[in-house]
Each structure stands twice: as structure tokens, then as C-alpha cells.
């Protein structure tokens, strides 16, 4: 296979952006880049933080329009526009990052005659309706039984996605959709070693409430305070989280917002990290597969980490990383000051975690797992 059609429709998920979804878009590209496969990208928005090795790839980008109703029927007419585009530039196989509106990767495969992979990272319908507006429910699950049912390949990041799919779609599929977690790149992030004096705790994300940083900076708080904490990411919770910060007196550092090319540097000289995130109501908004804990693991950082959804699957409790009960900032605090004193335990977590991030989930790893069986 000599070129591939990279294709997303959603808006909200620019190909060149700081987000985790962004990370996963490029993460892809590049194994598959690895692989000498010529990839085009076909996207609703480009992006601005363009890192310098994906700086030629070809992108072709055509805006959703309007809002609410008139946004969704303009995302299912830009899906067909991008399709068209594929189909007149060729291509060996496409890959779709799945999308609320779009059956591109159906059009191309019935098109192209070639093979398609269908991505699903979350299940869309559901958190549209939940925490957006969603005006035509009908239209989406269709477009999404016609996507699975037209590709080879529906991989799901997690398990309760993957149900989440079969639940909505024809039974004959069933055996075509596989679940593989997220992963890391291996080569961009690297262990280092433990910069002098205080260990230095990391978390890395967007400031959001289901991300559970309220309950770091407590635990920082209530901790034995022989430890500080390095907060690597920006987002809506950033205000109130600065005010609580310095409300407890922890002893926190907010770098803002900062482009994935720059996360290694930080996470470098760090001694831990953490993935405190909450607890839920409902078991089912536990589904996704976190990129933070895996890029952690490639830091060999041992991760303190709740016990929450996909995360027991990741973590190794004791050997990779503890953990612990979510949104209870005195067992975080008890476990990170555990490891804080303890700088033979971090050494044999650290090595263990590098060890599973370049064994079982490197982006390479994870590309292998979802071509299996559809490509050579």
C-alpha cells in the first residue's frame, strides 16, 4: 500500500492542535508515515500548531458552516465534498476518525474499491445529546450503522466503546469491530533523570472537570508537602483551579497551555505523575483510554492514578503505578507522599512503566494491532 486517505469531519478536532484528540490524529499519521505509506490528510479544520515533521503533510480542508441544525446538515454535505476530493485524488486504503454526520470513509470505499478503517474514540451520539444539542439523532446513528457496516475495520479505543457500537449496529458487523487502546510515541517522549531537591509531581491535560485536578492541588495541600506539583495544560477549570491553588497554599506550578511538541521537556526532571481523575454516577462515562497515563509510561514516570474505567488496565497496581480511590485527595496524598520518600521504589516503577509503554503501546504497536488481518 503506497497512499492512504486520512479523513476528519469533526470540527471540533483540529489536525494541528494542542488537544489530546489532536495528539491521537498526528500520532496516527505518523505511524502510518513509518510505515512509508503517502498520507493526505482531508479535515473540516486545519490547525495552527503545525509540528516541524508533519510540516509537508498535504492537507486539504474544507469548514463546516452554520450552528446548531444547519451545522449538522453542513457536516454531512462537507462529508461528502471530502469524499469526492479522495476519490478524484486515489487512494489505497482511507482511515476515518469517526464522526458525528459523516459517511466519507463509506463513500471512498465504494468509490475507491479499496479498504477502509473507521476510528471511534467516544460514543458521540451520546455525548452530543448529553452535554451539546443534538437536533437530528436519526441521521447520526444511521450514518454510523453505514460507516461500520462499509468498513473492514472498526476499531474502538475501549472496551464499553466498542459495545457502545455494536449495541447501534447490524449484528453481521460484529466480528469486524476490534477494540485497541490508545498508545504513546516512544521515540518523542523519553525517560530522564529526576531533577535535585523536591520530587516534582506532573499532570498533563486540559483543565476540565472530569479531569479531577481539584483533587491533586488538595492532596498537595493536605500532603506531607515534600512535594510539588507541575500542572501542564490550560482550559476552562484554569481560573478556579489558580484560585483554589493559592486558597490551600499548595505549592503549584500552572505552565499554561502549551504545544504537544513541548510536553517531554516538561515532563522531564519529574519524579511522578498523576491521573486523579473522578468519580462518576455512572460507570458508562469511564470509556476512554487515557494518553496521558500512556505518555507517562514512556517518561518512566510511575503513575499514582484513580481507579476508574480503562485505567486498571493500564496501571499495574505496584509495579507500574498505584492506585487509588477517585475524588479522595487524602489517599492520593498518602500514595504520592509513599512514593516522594521512597527514590528506589520510583527507580523500579519508572523502569517497569518505560518498559510496558515501548513493549505493548507505542503508536506503532497500536497500528499493527488495528491493520491485523486487513492489511499485509
Same mark, same amino acid.
Given at each position: ?79 461528502? +465534498? ?11 486504503? $482511507? ?130 508537602? +515534600? ?76 503513575? $499514582? ?67 491485523? +488481518? $486487513?492489511?499485509?
Amino acid at each position: 500500500m503506497k497512499r492512504l486517505a486520512y479523513l476528519c469531519i469533526d470540527p471540533g478536532v483540529p489536525v494541528f492542535g494542542t488537544k489530546g484528540a489532536s495528539v491521537h490524529v498526528q500520532e496516527i499519521i505518523r505511524s502510518w508515515r513509518n510505515r512509508g505509506v503517502d498520507v493526505k490528510v482531508y479535515c473540516t479544520r486545519a490547525g495552527t500548531v503545525v509540528p516541524t515533521d508533519l510540516e509537508d503533510l498535504p492537507v486539504v480542508v474544507v469548514p463546516v458552516a452554520g450552528k446548531d441544525a444547519e451545522r449538522e446538515a453542513s457536516q454531512a454535505s462537507v462529508a461528502t +465534498e471530502l469524499a469526492q476530493r479522495v476519490i478524484e485524488d486515489g487512494a489505497d486504503a $482511507v482511515y476515518e476518525r469517526y464522526s458525528l454526520f459523516s459517511d466519507a470513509l463509506a463513500r471512498v470505499t465504494a468509490g475507491l474499491r479499496v479498504p477502509g478503517f473507521l476510528e471511534v474514540n467516544a460514543p458521540l451520539i451520546d455525548e452530543q445529546r448529553t452535554h451539546r444539542t443534538l437536533h437530528d439523532e436519526a441521521a447520526a446513528g444511521r450514518t454510523l450503522r453505514i460507516q461500520v457496516a462499509a468498513a473492514a475495520r472498526t476499531v474502538c479505543v475501549s472496551d464499553p466503546v466498542a459495545g457502545w457500537v455494536r449495541e447501534r449496529v447490524d449484528g453481521r458487523h460484529h466480528d469486524r469491530i476490534r477494540t485497541v487502546a490508545n498508545g504513546v510515541n516512544v521515540r518523542r517522549i523519553r525517560p530522564s533523570a529526576e531533577a535535585p531537591g523536591k520530587p516534582v509531581v506532573a499532570f498533563v491535560g486540559t483543565l476540565k472537570p472530569w479531569h479531577g485536578v481539584e483533587t491533586l492541588i488538595e492532596a498537595q495541600a493536605s500532603g506531607s508537602r +515534600e512535594w510539588s506539583l507541575r500542572i501542564v495544560g490550560d482550559g476552562p477549570q484554569g481560573p478556579r483551579l489558580r484560585a483554589l491553588a493559592a486558597e490551600v497554599e499548595a505549592e503549584v506550578e500552572f505552565t499554561g497551555s502549551v504545544p504537544p511538541e513541548s510536553v517531554p521537556a516538561l515532563l522531564a526532571g519529574c519524579s511522578i505523575a498523576a491521573a486523579p481523575y473522578p468519580d462518576t454516577t455512572d460507570a458508562g462515562d469511564q470509556y476512554f483510554s487515557p494518553l496521558k497515563i500512556y505518555e507517562y509510561c514512556a517518561a518512566g514516570l510511575p503513575v $499514582v492514578a484513580s481507579r476508574v474505567g480503562q485505567v486498571p488496565h493500564i496501571i499495574d497496581d505496584g509495579v507500574t503505578g498505584l492506585l487509588v480511590e477517585p475524588s479522595d485527595p487524602f489517599a492520593l496524598a498518602e500514595a504520592i507522599d509513599g512514593l516522594a520518600a521512597a527514590p528506589l521504589a520510583r527507580a523500579a516503577m519508572s523502569a517497569a512503566a518505560r518498559r510496558a509503554a515501548t513493549q505493548r503501546h507505542s503508536w506503532d504497536t497500536v497500528l499493527n494491532r488495528i491493520t491485523e +488481518e $486487513v492489511l499485509p
